[in-house]
Each structure stands twice: as structure tokens, then as C-alpha cells.
């Protein structure tokens, strides 16, 4: 595998940075964890590969041929999650996103940055009255690049952030969750 010295994913995908929840190796050469940023909560999953690469086209056969079936195994993991531990707020959708770069990247300098996916779950607790607003007033789920802003204003449920009383645990319990749907899915191993 091709580490790169300083990068924080490789740090991850080495196991020299434990993340909350742990990080799980999956098929294919990938690492997922509960996402650290502070403007995520509870399942906002961050996907990346163990080796070091930068972009999309530097991914191996492998990698770039189990990604697809990784995201579709993430995405029925948290959904699966949510229906059992919070009836009452199913997920909606979930959010894939991929970034270029770092919001912490200065450009100027060569800092390692380590391509990382982010799997974003949209529960129905957030449709209102919190949710993103179009300039006529009603919610939309249109301009999805507004999402990271939900927690800024109050609109996740307390106990889906960091911090609140047995984070910890939730995030072990969905970490728990997405490691049996990879095993029950024996054909990505």
C-alpha cells in the first residue's frame, strides 16, 4: 500500500489515528469512519481508500471497481441502522459527496491531501421547521450543498451530534451495524 507521511486519512487507513467508532477496512482496499468535522453528526460517514491517492483517476482496478458496491452497502447500512434505532425519523436519502480538496489545505503548500467520500444521511426530522429554505419559504432538499449549515442552525436533533450524551456508543452502535452488512454481503469480500 503507498502511504503518504502527514496525510490524516493515511493515518486512518494505518490505524496511528483512531477516529470514534473506529475505522473499518471494507472490500476493494477502502476505510470507512464516523466523519470528525465538526459539522457532522450521526452516520455522516467518510469513505476513502487505505492507500494514499488523490483523486478518482489514481484509484486501482480494485479500488475503483468495489467503490460503487461499498457506497450501495454504506447507504442500505445507515438506512438499516435508522429504521432500527430511530423508527420514528427514518433516513430519507443519503448523500454522496466527493471533494477535491481540503477545507483545511493551504494551496500554496504540498500538503497530503487523501481523496475521501462523504456519505451524508438526510432523516425526516430535518424536512422542518429548520430545513433549507428557498427564498419563497418552503423547504427544499434542491441545493443540497447547504447541508453542513443544518447544524449550525439548530436543525439536527440533539442527540444525533457530538457531544451529546452516549455519542460514543451511538457511533459504535452504527459502526457495528455497517461491519454486519458488509459480512452478510460475502460477495464484496
Same mark, same amino acid.
Given at each position: 500500500m503507498?502511504?503518504s507521511?502527514f496525510?490524516?486519512?493515511c493515518e486512518?487507513?494505518?490505524?496511528? !489515528? +483512531?477516529?470514534? %467508532? %473506529?475505522?473499518l477496512? *471494507?472490500?476493494g482496499?477502502w476505510?470507512v ?11 455522516? *460517514?467518510?469513505?476513502? &481508500? @487505505?492507500?494514499?491517492r488523490m483523486? #478518482?483517476?489514481e $484509484?486501482?482496478?480494485q479500488?475503483?471497481?468495489? #467503490?460503487?458496491? /461499498?457506497?450501495?452497502? #454504506?447507504?442500505?447500512a ?6 432500527t434505532?430511530?423508527? !420514528? ?6 448523500y ?6 481540503s ?5 500554496q ?5 487523501? *481523496?475521501h467520500? +462523504?456519505?451524508?444521511? =438526510?432523516?425526516?426530522?430535518? /424536512? @422542518? &421547521?429548520?430545513? #433549507? ?24 436533533p $440533539?442527540?444525533?451530534l457530538r457531544?451529546?450524551?452516549?455519542w460514543?456508543? =451511538?457511533?459504535?452502535s452504527l459502526?457495528?451495524c455497517? =461491519?454486519?452488512a458488509?459480512v452478510?454481503t &460475502? +460477495?464484496? *469480500?
Amino acid at each position: 500500500m503507498t502511504f503518504s507521511e502527514f496525510c490524516a486519512g493515511c493515518e486512518v487507513s494505518q490505524g496511528s !489515528r +483512531h477516529p470514534t %467508532g %473506529g475505522a473499518l477496512h *471494507l472490500p476493494g482496499g477502502w476505510v470507512v469512519n464516523q466523519y470528525g468535522g465538526s459539522e457532522g453528526w450521526l452516520g455522516w *460517514l467518510a469513505l476513502q &481508500p @487505505a492507500s494514499h491517492r488523490m483523486s #478518482l483517476s489514481e $484509484l486501482s482496478a480494485q479500488e475503483a471497481q468495489t #467503490l460503487g458496491p /461499498n457506497i450501495q452497502t #454504506l447507504d442500505r447500512a445507515v438506512t438499516a441502522f435508522w429504521q432500527t434505532t430511530y423508527p !420514528r425519523d427514518p433516513v430519507v436519502r443519503v448523500y454522496i459527496v466527493y471533494f477535491f480538496e481540503s477545507a483545511f489545505q493551504v494551496p500554496q503548500e504540498p500538503t497530503p491531501y487523501h *481523496l475521501h467520500i +462523504h456519505l451524508i444521511p =438526510r432523516f425526516q426530522s430535518l /424536512n @422542518a &421547521p429548520n430545513g #433549507l429554505q428557498r427564498s419563497d419559504g418552503k423547504t427544499t432538499w434542491a441545493d443540497g450543498w447547504r447541508v453542513p449549515t443544518l447544524r449550525e442552525r439548530g436543525a439536527v436533533p $440533539l442527540h444525533y451530534l457530538r457531544g451529546s450524551a452516549d455519542w460514543e456508543r =451511538r457511533v459504535a452502535s452504527l459502526m457495528g451495524c455497517i =461491519r454486519d452488512a458488509f459480512v452478510s454481503t &460475502p +460477495h464484496l *469480500l
